[in-house]
């Protein structure tokens, strides 16, 4: 920018310092206050879920007037010399030319959001993860505005009920779920508003006195109860509700759940009895009562889901999950496996059918769309490759290796990493070629990613000591996926792309070693 905002703020400044003392130092109180004041108030941690620089729009609006008072400034200081009507034409031109001008030129390309419909199809993917008439629980802002915006906007199915679980811990919103909204039905919410004010039922307390399994709704009667004996007594006297066990259960009906499309007939075998599992926290928060007390009273009527999982709004229900899209639906269907890069078994149909027809991808592959760092990250946290691989993967287990080569392929079309960085994934991706004997669309992603962490490595090792401490999870995770994709050219006979990788892993393993050593 050539220091050219700077300097007209500053000209501006002084300039509205010798004539209107006064003012200058409310400008520089909003100044002051809005910026620098925010930024030690807030103490905002370097990564952010989001921009945050709205914080420090005020500071901006206070720049700005002095941007303003600078062409003043300039105008006032040489309007002895020049014609002022001439003089004003040319200093605002030259002003707006130079200014918003080159911060326009400069900008246009990284700030772009034209074409790009990123945020609200991954909000159509979500809600049309779900079958009618659905309950969907969020968890926190940036899963839930965007879903908002696609219902009450575009009115992209509204009759699925968006539940953001960090609000359901206030009276007024689990009064709001109460009520009917659009062409959503009230959820079956049985407490008594009485039960769930502000400052009623926050907390509850795990107290285990018993081992016994109890049904949901045996345990939503108990912390209801106004028995004494269902409440623990604190030291000031106050009486708090508490749970007696750590073992909850939904019971199942077989017949409900097949003929509801809960579970698919094929699948009848599969069905538990009931959901039962083993609650590992000391307390539950009034969202997650409020989710026990759905739970308890929907009786599965109404298919539910999860916009992500691993995260203590699930309640540990995780093993019941099923994929489904960007969404996991619980179903009463044991998965004993699930782990955190695994979560919930595959319904292949359905999510073949929405990953490869359904879904919208908001134009992220078009070379006239720009992909900032927050929507690149936000892909990677929805891994959308993994969705792909996984529901690959199970195809190859049922012999269907034509569709699942159709569907990497989808995936590695949809996701380059000019698109979005590679990572972890992107290896699954390639072993999955490899498993479909599509040796060289495996071959061509290792090395492009072995090329770029070899350029990631050569930077972050030519660093001083003292920085290479603070970027070491970095290295090591860039050796790590170095190391991963040197082992898995290795067990694919790719002798002449393995000797590469390995040989690069070793030569950036020993300076890595060799720099902490000094």
């Known amino acids: 920018y050539y220091f050219l905002p700077l300097l007209l703020g500053l000209v501006g400044m ?3 310092l010798q004539r209107d003392v006064k003012n200058f130092w409310v400008v520089m109180f909003l100044f002051i206050l809005t910026g620098l004041a925010i930024v030690v108030y807030l103490n905002q941690k370097p990564f952010e879920p989001r921009e945050r620089d709205y914080s420090y729009a005020g500071s901006f ?13 300039l105008f006032e200081s040489l309007s002895e010399k020049f014609q002022k009507k001439i003089l004003a034409f040319f200093i605002t031109i030259i002003c707006l030319t130079l200014v918003p001008g080159i911060l326009a030129a400069e900008n246009w390309d990284d700030h772009n959001r034209s074409g790009r419909y990123t945020a609200r199809d991954i909000a159509y993917n979500y809600l049309n993860s779900c079958e009618k008439n659905a309950i969907l ?8 505005f965007p879903l908002w915006y696609a219902q009450e906007v575009e009115g992209i199915r509204t ?20 009520r009917r909204a659009y062409e959503s039905d009230p959820l079956p919410i049985s407490t008594p508003p009485e039960k769930f004010r502000i400052g009623i039922n926050d907390v509850i307390y795990i107290q285990e006195r018993t081992n016994i399994t ?35 259960r939904i019971p199942v009906d077989s017949s409900i759940v097949i003929k509801n499309g809960t579970v698919k007939p094929k699948d009848a075998s599969l069905i538990v009895p009931s959901i039962e599992w083993r609650f590992n926290r000391n307390r539950l928060l009034k969202s997650d009562f409020i989710v026990l007390d759905i739970l308890a009273n929907n009786n599965w009527k109404r298919p539910v889901y999860y916009v992500t999982e691993g995260h203590e709004g699930t309640l540990g229900l995780d093993n019941y999950f099923q994929l489904e899209g960007f969404a996991y639906r619980l179903v009463p269907i044991k998965n004993p496996g699930s782990n955190q890069l695994n979560t919930g078994r595959i319904d292949t149909e ?11 991808w908001g134009r992220m592959k078009e070379p006239d769309v720009y992909l900032d760092d927050f929507h690149k990250r936000t892909m990677s946290i929805v891994r959308v490759r993994s969705r792909f691989v996984r529901l690959a993967d199970e195809l190859i287990k049922n012999g269907d290796n034509n569709k699942a080569l159709m569907v990497i392929d989808r995936c590695n079309e949809l996701t380059p990493h000019k698109v979005i960085p590679f990572d972890y994934f992107s290896i699954e991706m390639a072993q999955t070629y490899y498993r479909l004997n599509a040796t060289e669309k495996a071959n061509t992603i290792l090395e492009e990613y072995g090329n770029i962490c070899n350029d990631y490595l050569n930077y972050y090792l030519d660093q001083k000591k003292s920085t290479i401490k603070i970027i070491k999870n970095d290295i090591q995770y860039s050796l790590s996926m170095m190391s991963r994709m ?12 393995n000797h590469k990788l390995d040989s690069l892993f070793n030569y950036h393993y020993d300076i890595y070693i060799k720099k902490m050593a000094k």
């Open 159 to 178: 009759d699925v009920r968006v539940v953001n679980l960090m609000l359901l811990n206030m009276d007024w919103y689990i009064d709001q779920m109460r």
């Open 61 to 73: 609006y206070a720049f700005a007037i002095w941007i303003g008072l600078g062409v003043l400034g």
């Open 214 to 248: 109890a049904d949901l709704k045996d345990i939503m009667e108990f912390i209801l109860s106004d028995k004494p004996g269902t409440k623990l007594e604190a030291q000031t006297g106050e009486l708090y509700s508490y749970i007696p066990t750590r073992n909850f």
């Open 14 to 16: 002084l300039f509205q």
């Open 137 to 144: 629980f969020t968890v926190g802002d940036n899963d839930t």
């Open 350 to 360: 359905i999510l073949y059918d929405r990953l490869m027809n359904t879904f919208r």
């Open 486 to 497: 040197s082992e898995l050219s290795r067990i694919y006979n790719q002798h002449e792309l």
